[in-house]
């Protein structure tokens, strides 16, 4: 289907809990919503139930069992809050690369971009709804599945650090190959970018369509580029995204849903990341958060950032943690979350004390304040 033939669902069930998305546009909240980034991952023995017999891209090939890990949290926790299962990973994969979860060494692109000349074997024209209508369909099932018990955030990756995977063939300490594309190749380094960005584009006003009611935008890598890279390679496609995906849901007639920046480690960047038309700025645990809010000023709403080794702590300590970073926060234009995604060995009932902790404070700040 191309662009103006998108089958758009109707009638989904009334969304009972809009804290989030309140907090998301900047509207007052009675307490502070909460969910966790990789909330559906392998911190839950339910998770690893489901996904022992199938290959990793199977699953999220899978719109039945991505439903099912997007739900599993939200059965245990009161979480406000769910997030698609997916990765980041399928839009290379659009693209016509090759990605497999190898055991034990995380995902890996058996042929990865080496030369400039590998551009050409890339989709220059990628039709999302064919290549990621699985990942759509997801998203309507999961939307529908969760009843109206709170709202549905879609995602992607950021074109920097989908690059960053496609060139370096999977995890890296440093991105050395990666840079060294953006200083050996910049025209080649944009060229890649832009088609990113514009795929990642089609891909979230897609999800959007299918029923997400707030989408994340990942710049995982971030931190492994200087403030003048930051710059030059990551800053300009994240705006174009915010900017693109807005103007699209506007001609689609689509809701105009709000949009969280996580680009981790990008300390140096927060303040124009507060003015790259996102409603929410996503912070990692190495900022304190009134340095944070005094860079980002007013007019956005914050989201993080506890040190996911924090819930190894016990529980009352949790609860200390999560009362101090309220105070350092704020109560209102804040979502709390941790500032990385949950470790698979985590026990479930810590992540159960941080939500809860959240919750009791925030609405015995709120109502003392």
Not at 20 to 31: I, P, S, V
Not at 68 to 88: G, K, M, N, V
Not at 266 to 280: C, F, N, R, S, T
Not at 307 to 320: R, S
């Amino acid at each position: 289907m191309e662009g103006g033939e998108r089958l758009v669902p109707k009638g989904f069930p009334k969304l009972k809990n809009d804290t989030f998305l309140r907090a998301a546009r900047g509207e007052e909240t009675e307490h502070t919503p909460v969910w966790c980034m990789r909330q559906a991952g392998r911190y839950l023995p339910e998770f690893r139930e489901t996904r022992a017999a199938q290959d990793f891209f199977a699953t999220c090939r899978s719109p039945k069992l991505c439903c099912e890990l997007t739900l599993q949290p939200l059965r245990r926790f009161p979480l406000d809050a769910a997030i698609i299962f997916s990765d980041i990973l399928v839009v290379p994969q659009a693209l016509g690369m090759e990605v497999v979860m190898v055991p034990g060494k995380g995902p890996t692109f058996p042929e990865p971009l080496k030369e400039v000349e590998d551009l050409l074997k890339l989709r220059k024209k990628v039709d999302v709804t064919a290549e990621l209508g699985y990942v759509f369909q997801a998203i309507t099932l999961t939307r529908h599945s969760l009843e109206g018990k709170v709202p549905l955030i879609g995602f992607s990756g950021a074109p920097w650090t989908l690059m960053s995977y496609m060139i370096e063939g999977g995890g890296s300490t440093t991105m050395s190959k990666a840079k060294s594309w953006l200083y050996r190749h910049p025209e080649a380094s944009h060229q890649l970018l832009r088609l990113l960005a514009d795929v990642v584009t089609d891909y979230l006003v897609g999800q959007v369509a299918a029923g997400a009611q707030a989408l994340q935008l990942f710049e995982s890598h971030a931190g492994h580029l200087g403030p003048e890279q930051f710059q030059e390679f990551a800053l300009p496609y994240i705006r174009d995204i915010a900017r693109g995906v807005k103007s699209k849901l506007k001609a689609e007639a689509l809701p105009l849903v709000p949009m969280i920046i996580f680009a981790k480690d990008a300390h140096y960047a927060l303040g124009d990341l507060a003015q790259a038309g996102y409603e929410v700025v996503g912070l990692d645990w190495t900022i304190r958060p009134q340095e944070a809010r005094a860079q980002t000023g007013k007019d956005v709403t914050l989201q993080g950032n506890l040190d996911p080794c924090a819930l190894y702590a016990p529980k009352e300590k949790i609860g200390e943690l999560v009362k101090k970073m309220l105070e350092g926060f704020g109560t209102q234009r804040y979502i709390a979350n941790l500032g990385h995604g949950l470790y698979p060995d985590m026990n479930p009932e810590h992540v159960g004390a941080f939500v809860e902790a959240v919750h009791a404070h925030s609405h015995h700040i709120n109502k003392h304040s």
